[in-house]
């Protein structure tokens, strides 16, 4: 029995990866194939080769699969380049591995390229096929747009409030009618959308009345009569002087009206400044947080949008202010203590040395790179001379390329400790020449919102929320590489901080040397102060 892995690709979130699961896993049914496994990249696509499962396929060995399956060729790649793409067919049966695709029947196998046509056309058919699925979509739009010039009303309409259907045709309906009359005269006198909606519901509490749906209603043209339709970009009117319920100066009094009070309230919402918006994550799911009600910030998935849809999340509101007041002077507490701008010095010698390392290791690398280069170079030059087969050149590049990878990513990890390296040399020396300035600065700088959330951008990269049953412990991790750790004990406004010059958090877990211990551990030595701690007292 042939073992398939089938191969999956979406470009959004909002295509369904099921569809191909599904015609993957139907056809191993019938061919009686044993689909074991899937490879799939979501959110990405094909244009790119950064793809982690397709970059995966090339990998599998004949012990791994005998087949893979794709629904479609652009699923595997949407690569401008034919040869491209048909090079990352062969590398993929060279390992004896076929391949087949659904909607053209179509199964390439080891020794394909020598009907490397064959695959050129194949790439051409595909692009044909979705150059042709555009026309159809835009043929059925321009059938839309005409039949809505004519009659947009036929055009999936159904009745908004104030109008009924009737032998498919869109009415007044004179009892909502009335209802709409009364929100425009009310809103018009000075009531607000949220007193307006508060009247409906107490007169009749059928419909779910509430501010937003109101403001809705205020700004419906189509009750001047007036009926629009937005398709394709494309914008169409006409007018039906049956529909109209409202005068235009009202609906005019109105539009304006809301203009003004959209404004006051933008006005009003931007008076208040948070400090650390746009810097707090969710440790749990990854999400920011938001402001809740000016109070509290609030993990994203919290909101009813989110909730709507399934999502949850086990991470604890923050308080705003004891919030803020506890990260910045945990921050300004390690800026100015004498702690560690005594050994400054001393990390800056360490600092220097290590990146000496670092740069003496990477141009050795970068020299050894050069070298397999040049290395195939002379292979290829003797493999013409003395007629060497293709296999023994496409061996000795795979293994040439297999060392390179291996370098680059090397490379990769060394560039990645070097720019830290840097960050935190910079950052010492800046502290060197302003430590004076930077007293002053945290000294005066809390009474100010503004400078103080410009200051608290300026020293932290990311704050991490960790929650956990009676405490909330915040992450800091500053644009010196250095971290901090607050633990926030719940309904108290006693704040334990911490700094990784005493601790390394890693994978949830705090290690001091050779000894390490979860977080809640942590709390709880902290709790019997039984560990090296500053005590921020926000009272």
């Not at 609030?298 to 919030?323: D, M, P, R, W």
Request: include cysteine; aromatic fraction near 10%; proline fraction near 1%.
């Amino acid at each position: 029995m042939k073992k398939v892995i089938g191969y999956l690709r979406v470009s959004t979130s909002n295509q369904d990866i099921k569809r191909q699961k599904m015609l993957i896993s139907e056809y191993c049914k019938c061919n009686n194939y044993q689909l074991i496994n899937y490879i799939g990249d979501e959110g990405i696509s094909g244009a790119t080769d950064e793809r982690s499962g397709f970059q995966s396929l090339f990998d599998l060995q004949l012990s791994d699969c005998d087949m893979i399956i794709l629904s479609e060729l652009s699923r595997f790649s949407r690569s401008d380049s034919m040869i491209d793409v048909a090079n990352q067919l062969k590398r993929i049966t060279d390992n004896g591995i076929d391949i087949y695709i659904l909607n053209t029947n179509k199964l390439i196998s080891k020794g394909f390229d020598k009907e490397i046509i064959d695959v050129v056309t194949l790439v051409i058919e595909s692009e044909a096929a979705a150059k042709e699925r555009k026309k159809i979509k835009e043929r059925c739009l321009s059938g839309k747009i005409t039949k809505a010039k004519s009659s947009p009303f036929s055009i999936g309409a159904c009745a908004k409030f104030g109008y009924k259907i009737e032998n498919q045709t869109i009415i007044k309906d004179e009892t909502d009618a009335e209802v709409v009359k009364d929100i425009f005269d009310k809103y018009c006198a000075g009531y607000s959308s949220k007193d307006i909606a508060s009247y409906l519901l107490n007169i009749n509490n059928s419909r779910k009345w509430n501010a937003n749906y109101i403001t809705k209603l205020l700004s419906e043209p189509l009750y001047t009569g007036l009926y629009n339709v937005l398709i394709n970009g494309e914008k169409i009117e006409k007018y039906y002087p049956e529909l109209r319920i409202i005068s235009d100066e009202q609906f005019e009094l109105a539009k304006e009206m809301l203009s003004k009070n959209s404004k006051r309230l933008a006005g009003k919402k931007t008076d208040k400044i948070f400090t650390l918006r746009n810097l707090i994550k969710c440790a749990n799911c990854g999400r920011d947080f938001s402001i809740k009600n000016n109070k509290v910030y609030q993990c994203l998935t919290f909101h009813s949008h989110y909730a709507n849809q399934g999502a949850k999340c086990v991470s604890s509101s923050l308080n705003i202010e004891l919030t803020e007041s506890a990260i910045f002077k945990a921050v300004a507490h390690y800026a100015l203590t004498n702690k560690h701008l005594n050994n400054q010095t001393e990390e800056l010698e360490q600092y220097n040395e290590q990146l000496s390392n670092y740069n003496q290791i990477k141009e050795v690398k970068e020299n050894r790179i050069s070298e397999l280069n040049e290395e195939f170079k002379r292979y290829l030059s003797k493999a013409i001379k003395y007629n060497l087969s293709d296999s023994d050149i496409d061996e000795f590049r795979d293994n040439t390329d297999k060392d390179i990878k291996l370098i680059n990513s090397e490379l990769k990890d060394l560039n990645s400790k070097i720019k830290t390296l840097n960050k935190r040399i910079q950052f010492i020396l800046n502290e060197s020449n302003n430590s004076e300035a930077y007293s002053n600065l945290f000294a005066n700088t809390q009474n100010d919102k503004e400078l103080t959330k410009q200051m608290l951008e300026d020293f932290i990269d990311v704050i991490y929320v960790h929650s956990f049953k009676g405490f909330t412990m915040l992450q800091i991790i500053r644009k010196d590489g250095i971290e901090q750790y607050i633990f926030l004990k719940k309904w108290s406004k006693m704040v334990y901080h911490i700094t990784s010059h005493d601790y390394q958090l890693t994978d949830g877990r705090f290690f001091r040397g050779s000894d390490s211990c979860t977080i809640e551990d942590m709390f709880n030595l902290i709790l019997q102060q039984d560990t090296d701690i500053y005590i921020l007292d926000l009272n």
